[in-house]
């Protein structure tokens, strides 16, 4: 049963234009400068965090507040950060990396941290050091001009937010710990972490990617779960960063394990702004798929965009990506759920990846120079010291499907990895008569 809320309130809210607003937890409609508040919840733990994102409390109207009251059990939301002997038990949050999407999940980290009783005010964010062509340390230009200068120019993170070059020192004090480093980073990053965080630290992936073992393919967030002894949670979804970092609004979806929804609400509380919506999902490995498969997909977009094949041919090739991705995921993952498609993290970010993003744009001009110039130093030229994770994701779901013998089932991953090693040319991506495998195969398998 959902329960309804309706209030006439001063505006709580802005989005332009004023449309309906709807998620799965509440809508939202805005008339003017006034607005028609309309909660509908399946329960009242949605309410919380959805509240405490809504402006400060000089905005917020009385019904505002005693709905607060009502979602948070009848009193106004205790200090929480205050256990029964009085000693200060508030969440403190680490960002462990500091590239463009690290820096702006510091950003909005920061903006909840300094407002929320639960969050400790300061929130540490670990840089991996680099000297600047000034001469300067990026970690003493962040902290002096409150900016990442060099991956995320132009924009304040909050002047809680802490650079801190020394790892160890950055996660010590921390029991939430956001790890958003590239992905062939993380597993060194771990062992460096081992027997130096704390006993209760809750953790959360926003890095795209899996690594390849022996075993099999290993998302990150089982990586980091199984080096540090910790549960992770994932946060994914149409997020192009520098979108983000000037407030455009957009939504995401964290990905929990069964019985971890109270920490996932937790992550919800601390990423949710108002141009921020975040959606908590019991689906680790579906979301962890999505984001990592689809910059894939994104590489054989950028391809057709190369080559000027037009916007039926993007779609297509759009609509085929999707297809292997849940295949794959729910071939690798049988828990898999086809819902968890149609949240942000699927096909809100496959379609933000193929418009937009940084391997979309190398692929383009991979495509463009007949595929004579390497991905790598395409990369090192167009980004910056940015990275791109497609190419390597690429190959390393090539040799997963290449182990388990289903090559042939998934003709579009395994063109792009061919593509971009050089053993087919890009106009390859739309090669399929040849290759067009039998689903009913795996349709049986992956329902
Ligand atoms: N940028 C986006 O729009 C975006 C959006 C969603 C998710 N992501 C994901 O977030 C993750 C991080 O991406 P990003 O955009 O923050 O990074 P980035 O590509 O902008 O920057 C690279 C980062 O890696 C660091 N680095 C370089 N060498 C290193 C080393 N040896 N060890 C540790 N760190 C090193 C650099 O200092 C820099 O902070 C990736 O998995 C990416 O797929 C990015």
Redesign the pocket.
């Known amino acids: 049963m959902h329960r309804c809320a309706l209030f006439l309130t001063k505006r709580v809210w802005q989005l332009r234009p004023f449309e309906p607003f709807q998620s799965p937890n509440f809508s939202l409609y805005s008339i003017s400068s006034f607005s028609l508040l309309i909660l509908s919840t399946p329960s009242s733990h949605f309410l919380s965090p959805f509240l405490h994102s809504l402006s400060p409390s000089s905005s917020m109207a009385p019904g505002i507040e005693a709905l607060q009251r009502s979602s948070n059990g009848g009193s106004v939301r205790p200090d929480s950060h205050l256990s029964d002997d009085g000693v200060s038990s508030k969440f403190k949050v680490t960002v462990v ?9 510091a950003k909005l980290i920061a903006s909840n941290a300094a407002r929320l009783s639960c969050f400790h005010d300061e929130v540490r964010m670990w ?2 050091e ?1 000297t600047l062509p000034t001469g300067e340390k ?1 970690t003493d230009v962040i902290n002096r001009n409150n900016e990442n200068v ?2 995320l120019p132009g924009i304040k993170l909050g002047k809680n937010v802490i650079a801190d070059p020394d790892l160890e020192n950055a996660v010590k004090d921390a029991n939430m710990l956001v790890f ?4 062939q ?1 993380v597993e ?2 771990c062992k460096r972490l081992v027997g130096k965080i704390r006993g209760d630290v809750e953790a959360i992936s ?4 899996m690594e390849v073992k022996k075993e099999g393919p290993c998302m ?1 967030s089982s990586l980091i779960s199984q080096e540090l002894g910790i549960n992770c949670c994932v946060l ?2 149409a ?4 979108e983000i970092a000037v407030e455009k609004f957009s939504e995401a979806t964290v990905g929990y394990r069964e019985n971890m929804r109270e920490i996932a609400e937790k992550w919800v509380q601390l990423f949710t702004t108002p141009y921020f919506v975040v959606t908590p999902v019991q689906d680790v490995e579906g979301v962890e798929m999505c ?1 990592t498969l689809k ?1 894939v997909v994104a590489l054989a977009a950028g391809f057709v965009d190369g080559l000027e094949m037009g916007n039926n041919t993007k779609a297509a090739i759009m609509r085929i990506g999707l297809r292997e991705m849940r295949m794959i995921s729910k071939l690798l993952f049988s828990s898999v759920k086809d819902s968890t498609f149609f949240e942000s993290c699927g096909v809100a970010d496959l379609i933000t990846t193929c418009l937009g ?2 391997n979309r744009k190398v692929a383009a001009a991979f495509a463009m120079n007949g595929g004579k110039r390497s991905f790598d130093e395409l990369e090192a030229e167009m ?1 910056q ?3 791109l ?1 497609g190419v390597s994701t690429a190959k390393e779901m090539y040799e997963v499907l290449n182990h388990r013998g289903w090559l042939e089932l998934f003709p579009l991953f395994a063109s792009v990895h061919e593509i971009c090693t050089g053993h087919l040319s890009p106009s390859a991506i739309v090669e399929y008569s040849e290759r067009k495998p039998n689903f009913s195969v795996i349709d049986g398998h992956a329902q």
Request: net charge positive; no cysteine; glycine share 22%.
């Open positions: 990396g500091s590239g463009n999407w690290g820096s702006v999940a840089v991996y680099e990026l060099k991956y958003v480093t590239p992905h980073f060194g990053i926003l890095i795209k990617g990150i994914m979804g997020n192009i960063a520098n984001g910059n993003g940084r980004l010291g940015q990275k994770q």
